[in-house]
T-cell receptor, first 114, second 113 residues
Framework: NAGVTQTPKFRILKIGQSMTLQCTQD?????MYWYRQDPGMGLKLIYY???????DKGEVPNGYNVSRSTTEDFPLRLELAAPSQTSVYFC?????????????FGEGSWLTVV | DQQVKQNSPSLSVQEGRISILNCDYT??????FLWYKKYPAEGPTFLIS?????DKNEDGRFTVFLNKSAKHLSLHIVPSQPGDSAVYFC????????????FGKGTLLTVNP
């Protein structure tokens, strides 16, 4: 029972490089989310998706792109990495019917931009 | 513009005593509130929630209280255990179909044996 799987867990990027954080869920959830957590801060929503082919911006989308070609996968793309993108990234998913205990988070991806 | 505020960055309590974590919110449209627990190097896990139509919800050692007029909620843990030591996030949702949660900054709870 994998749940929400994120890769990589740790990554160091140089300024200006690009990379993709992968997120896969095996629960057939419609909704998927990407959050970032900066030190001492709460989680902030970057992008979300309500289903395959549909994505929308969250609170802090600048510098990121997403796609949702399948129900299972929701990759987050960082273009031209900047030090301000150093953070912990969490992917989450939930089914169509909302209930607090059915929002599942991945274990996080630690990204450092130097 | 922080819509969900957890004003205590940290809290330390003795094992067996009560832990009270507080959360304030400013958005009157929030109608569902959740508490998440997070251990280091792990993702947040759901702990307990409460709808705005209630003022209390219990689940074992955990109770959440909601005071809508004061826009305040609190999480009570009784009795506190060392395994409860973690960061606790308050989150709120304003309904609609996308259920985007707004999180507070978190409170680090340390339960001392």
């Amino acid at each position: 029972n994998a749940g929400v799987t994120q890769t990589p867990k740790f990554r160091i990027l140089k300024i200006g490089q690009s990379m993709t954080l992968q997120c896969t869920q095996d629960m057939n959830h419609n909704y998927m989310y990407w959050y970032r957590q900066d030190p001492g801060m709460g989680l902030k929503l970057i992008y979300y998706s309500v289903g395959a082919g549909i994505t929308d911006k969250g609170e802090v989308p600048n510098g990121y792109n997403v796609s949702r070609s399948t129900t299972e996968d929701f990759p987050l793309r960082l273009e031209l990495a900047a030090p301000s993108q150093t953070s912990v990234y969490f992917c989450a998913s939930r089914p169509y019917t909302f209930s607090g205990n059915t929002i599942y988070f991945g274990e996080g991806s630690w990204l450092t931009v130097v | 513009d922080q819509q969900v505020k957890q004003n205590s960055p940290s809290l330390s309590v003795q094992e067996g005593r009560i832990s009270i974590l507080n959360c304030d919110y400013t958005n009157s449209m929030f109608d569902y509130f959740l508490w998440y627990k997070k251990y280091p190097a792990e993702g947040p896990t759901f702990l307990i929630s409460i709808s705005s139509i209630k003022d209390k919800n219990e689940d074992g050692r955990f109770t959440v209280f909601l005071n809508k007029s004061a826009k305040h909620l609190s999480l009570h843990i009784v009795p506190s255990q060392p395994g409860d030591s973690a960061v606790y996030f308050c989150a709120a949702d304003s309904g609609g179909s996308n259920y985007k949660l707004t999180f507070g900054k978190g409170t680090l709870l340390t339960v001392n044996p």
